[in-house]
């Protein structure tokens, strides 16, 4: 069996026509993919003083996390823990989300206008994030509690309203009411409060979707 050249949108009659056509256009593909290649190389060379900057994205963190990851890159997308309720069911199930969703991480040498272009290679990668034009680094010190945070699991939702915290309701008839979590969530997704109504504290029962911390 014959298996013709993939020539893409143009008619092979064209190419068959003018051969050297065909040569100059995968030829412009070769050194397209060579110079994409080099790039992300530059992007995952770390020998130099390096900094975590923001790269803003479209799609899956978590995805473009390892593909970035298996060319070489040190990327992390920091994730937490989430309990959502099951529509038309009384229980929930646990899922790990991204900690910013549409952005992670990513350690390059600073100031190496090469690596940065090797990012913005990746599919779906939208920006760097900086200032003037130009991308800039996250402190230092910003990156490490962020991954002390996420190590001691800071950032999931059953921490998020663990024992003590201070909540306010924003839905229901206790909306812009205060209270204080007695108990964490349950498998139900619900938290146990006390509610600062009539000028006592008030045993209740909250969805975890019916509360937020207070400022």
Known sequence: MTVKPDFGDDDWRTHVADPDRSVRKMDS??????????????????????????????????????SMRAEGLNAWCPMRKVVRKRPRRRTTVE??????????????????????????????????????????????????????????????QGVLFARGRRVVITSGLFKGIEGKVVRSEDRNGELALELDLFGRLTPCRMGIDSVRLCN
């Open 95 to 156: 899922d790990r989300v991204p900690l910013f969703d549409g952005y992670v991480l990513v350690e390059l040498v600073s100031g190496w206008d090469a690596a940065f272009l090797g990012v913005m290679t990746f599919e779906g990668v939208s920006a760097i994030l900086g200032m003037d034009g130009q991308p800039a680094p996250l402190p230092a010190v910003t990156v490490e509690r962020l991954m002390e945070f996420e190590g001691l699991s800071a950032f999931d």
């Open 29 to 66: 593909e070769r050194a397209r993919r060579e110079m994409v290649r080099w790039l992300r190389a530059q992007a995952a060379d770390r020998d130099g003083k390096c900094a975590w900057y923001v790269v803003a994205h479209r799609g899956s963190g978590m995805a473009l996390t390892e």
